[in-house]
């Protein structure tokens, strides 16, 4: 895994659009050394009949899925297949069958239209194929084995320091303040949080991965950031049919054509925290596993980020590489910086319930979550008054939805429980509509309806997570009006949200 910045060229992110964004590129600094990041997503979930997979769970709870990008991008480090052989004792056909497999799905990807997809789809559509080429019990250990790589970051980190914490504890409790001084990162909240030692001092909104891409979870940290990041590539069939730029040429810091912005900090295999995108995409989709700021938010970032680390970065030094584009300037962090990106989608905050839509549909939006969260803050559903359980349920019920809107499985419809059978064979089928025609698979790139309901609760009064602190988190005013018509238009159609 040492190498594997080394040898990641944008192999997960093959569906990128050219100036739209993307997590991937190949960094090369001044002093001649190469760094390469890539954005794709990790995690497993349960595999359709014969028999299901079992899901592998986060600290928090949430499924952990297995995409073929996901698949695609650990292709990418050498040592994958090697130690798919050594550990699942795959033979070599089966190896180069899995590659084949991931690479078609990924280079397939378009980001041109909407979709009609969902995390739970693009998994179904992985087990299908997985299982297909090295049947079910071996496919249970490749799910198991791709996620413990995800969410360690690359195991060993990057070969530039960055990748899975391994001098900072994970809080295992829901809605956890940290004590320390770190970063922390909820995915459906499209929020980051800077703390230093116990004190959150700023708030970001961010947009995260697509649900095809979702934004991993578990314990990484940063070392590192690049100021004018330089972007190669890939060898992938959307590039050959670009006229705009060609495999393997390099697109330099501050073209159009370079997704990254003007800095990047990468967080371990295959993620990074960056800029480039515009005000519209945060609080929304907008990565392929990454988490994306506007230049300016992300300008900001970095420097409190070094203030942290240990490492002179001002605006002046900024502005100086904004002008010198050409010029790509690592500023390495004295201390290390502890990452936790999280998967939360019910937040006691500041004393009122957050219930966030499930975008990854991760089936967290249950009641016994609910009642976990509450737990955790001193407080029993039963203690809650009948008009307060009776909203905190509803909206459960509510942002039990992935990102079309449509139920997960916390939250069924009316008609009675379909067999688990029934439940794998509709997965099936909307994993297998989600083609153009062209044939090539689409990102989900809109949220579907509210993305948030917020119950007030009394007995939560002076308790739980902190309310957002500093003006990074607030959305333009056009923006959020924009949100609240598009929420209130599929409020009318059928009542989805």
């Avoid at 014969?50 to 990418?76: I, Q």
Wanted: aromatic share 4%.
């Amino acid at each position: 895994m040492r190498r594997i910045l080394r040898m990641l060229s944008l192999a997960a992110l093959s569906a990128i659009a050219l100036g739209a964004g993307g997590c991937v590129a190949k960094q090369t600094n001044t002093t001649g050394t190469n760094t390469t990041s890539t954005n794709a997503t990790t995690t497993t979930g349960a595999s359709p009949a014969p028999t299901p997979t079992p899901a592998t769970s986060d600290a928090s709870g949430a499924r952990v899925p297995v995409t073929l990008p996901v698949l695609d991008a650990m292709f990418a480090d050498e040592s994958f297949a090697a130690e798919l052989k050594s550990k699942l004792q795959l033979t070599d056909e089966q190896v180069q069958q899995l590659r084949t497999v991931a690479r078609e799905e990924t280079s397939g990807l378009r980001e041109s239209d909407e979709a009609s997809g969902s995390t739970a789809a693009a998994t179904t559509r992985a087990q299908e194929k997985i299982r297909g080429v090295v049947g079910e019990e071996k496919a249970r250990q490749l799910a198991s084995l791709v996620a413990a790589r995800w969410t360690s970051g690359g195991g060993e980190g990057d070969g530039a320091g960055n990748g899975a914490a391994t001098n900072a504890g994970q809080p295992t409790a829901p809605n956890s303040v940290p004590t320390d001084t770190r970063i922390v990162v909820n995915a459906p909240a499209y929020r980051m949080d800077v703390f230093e030692q116990g004190k959150l001092v700023k708030s970001y909104k961010i947009g995260i991965g697509y649900p095809e891409f979702p934004l991993p979870t578990g314990l990484r940290k940063a070392n590192t950031i690049i100021l004018n990041p330089t972007w190669t590539p890939p060898d992938e069939p959307w590039v050959e049919s670009s006229n705009k730029v060609k495999p393997g040429q390099k697109v330099e810091a501050g073209s159009k054509l370079n997704p990254l912005g003007l800095l990047k900090i990468p967080i371990g295999l295959p993620s990074l925290i960056h800029g480039g995108k515009s005000p519209a995409r945060l609080g929304s989709f907008a990565s392929h596993g990454c988490v994306g700021l506007t230049d300016a938010l992300a300008q900001d970032f970095a420097q409190l980020l070094a203030q942290l680390g240990g490492a002179q970065l001002s605006k002046e030094d900024i502005a100086a590489a904004a002008k010198k584009r050409d010029e790509t300037k690592n500023i390495k962090l004295e201390r290390t910086v502890p990452v936790e990106l999280r998967y939360e989608t019910i937040v006691v905050q500041d004393g009122r319930l957050h219930i966030y839509r499930d975008v990854y549909d991760h089936d967290t939006n249950t009641e016994e979550n609910l009642r976990a969260v509450l737990q955790a803050n001193g407080v029993t559903l039963e203690q809650l008054s009948p008009e307060e359980r009776t909203q905190a349920l509803d909206a459960l019920k509510q942002m039990a939805r992935d990102a079309m809107g449509k139920p997960t499985d916390a939250a069924p419809e009316a008609s009675p429980s379909p067999t688990p059978a029934a439940r794998n064979a509709n997965a099936s089928k909307n994993a297998n509509s989600n083609t153009n025609a062209s044939g090539g698979d689409r990102v989900t790139r809109t949220v579907k309806g509210r993305k948030e309901m917020v119950v007030e609760i009394a007995a939560l009064q002076g308790k739980g997570y902190p309310a957002p602190v500093g003006g990074g988190f607030e959305l333009p005013k056009a923006q959020q009006s924009q949100q609240q018509k598009s929420s209130a238009a599929s409020g009318k159609k059928g009542g989805r949200r």
